[in-house]
């Protein structure tokens, strides 16, 4: 399966630290633009990367790192075990908390405050030993951070969620509302793939299609899947190089919305957030507003 430390610079790593930096890319975007616009890296399972069998890792880079080189989506998977939140991939227990999480990310934004992180919560594998319901342990978790987090059910402009977490809620509300229903938005997760050319058939005209509208409606590509025994960083070294060679032909031609990756590599990364400045840079001429001062530097 090839050198487990190695990196293809542009799209596929696996060392814990590419050395880009992004830390505050979005203090470029404009304060009235849609968080449904901007196009943005993210990571599948952000979490999996512990334990001893390759078959759980989705990824190489650590949290912080992850924050530092500019992924702004997550997808955090929480069990809920002894009225607690410890994150899983599936049965394996990727040694943190949903509390180690938070507080990396309040961290962050409280250091970023232009940045805006969109974390998908879900509940992973099977409850035990709890006294209260699943939704209850993740509202009273939240309630700690409360000055950094979004929780309303609808779609914020940027100037409404700078140095905030905007919760994609991905299990059964049952009281207050706990962030943006993860059912409302529009996704393309064909996880379990029949072969690699068709997960990216899948990939390809889901983000057409994120190109081509305007609708207020969070876009999300997971580019990532299973497939027989291909270990995922494997898979990712088979698609990662169809979606930079995408993202790259079709910069400033629409949004691309989310893109949750494993093993991301750098230039994939940049490219993905160097879309939101093109992009906007050819919508804001057209309306003969000047929006040159965004380019990416």
């Known amino acids: 399966m090839g050198n487990v430390n190695a990196r293809d610079p542009d ?13 505050d890319w979005m203090k470029k975007l404009p304060d ?3 968080v449904s616009k901007v196009s943005i890296p993210g990571t ?5 990367r512990a334990g ?12 912080s790192i992850q924050l530092k080189i500019g992924i702004r989506f997550f997808d955090i998977r929480c069990r809920h075990f002894k009225n607690g939140l410890p994150i899983h991939h599936g049965q394996f227990y990727e040694h943190c ?12 934004v409280k250091s970023h405050p232009s940045e805006v992180l969109l974390v998908r919560v879900k509940e992973e594998y099977k409850a035990a030993e709890c006294t209260r319901t699943f939704c209850e342990t993740v509202w009273l978790t939240l309630q700690n951070y409360r000055e950094n987090i979004w929780l309303e059910e609808n779609i914020p402009f940027i100037k409404e969620v700078r140095g905030k977490i905007i919760i994609l809620r991905d299990f059964k509300r049952e009281n207050n509302p706990i962030g943006i229903p993860y059912a409302t938005l529009d996704i393309e997760d064909y996880w379990k793939a029949s072969s690699y050319k068709e ?4 990939v390809k005209a889901h983000l057409d299609n994120t ?9 999300l590509t997971f580019n990532s899947c299973t497939k027989g025994i ?25 949004r691309f919305g989310i893109i949750a990756i494993d093993y991301p590599g750098p230039k994939l990364v940049e490219y993905i957030i160097e879309n939101n400045f093109k992009t906007n840079v050819n919508v804001y001429q057209k309306n003969n507003s000047v929006f040159s001062q965004c380019a990416l530097l």
């Open 230 to 254: 291909d270990a995922p960083r494997e898979i990712a070294r088979s698609l990662n190089p169809k979606l930079y060679k995408y993202v790259r032909s079709n910069q400033g031609q629409g």
């Open 199 to 202: 997960k990216w058939r899948r």
């Open 97 to 108: 908390s949903f509390t180690d999480v938070m507080n990396t990310m309040t961290s962050f």
């Open 11 to 23: 799209y596929w790593n696996v060392p814990d630290d590419p050395g880009i930096r992004h830390t």
């Open 52 to 63: 001893d069998i390759i078959w759980s890792w989705c990824q190489s880079l650590s949290l």
């Open 44 to 48: 599948h399972d952000t979490m999996a």
């Open 32 to 34: 009235s633009m849609s």
């Open 211 to 219: 190109r081509s509208t305007t609708n207020n409606i969070i876009h």
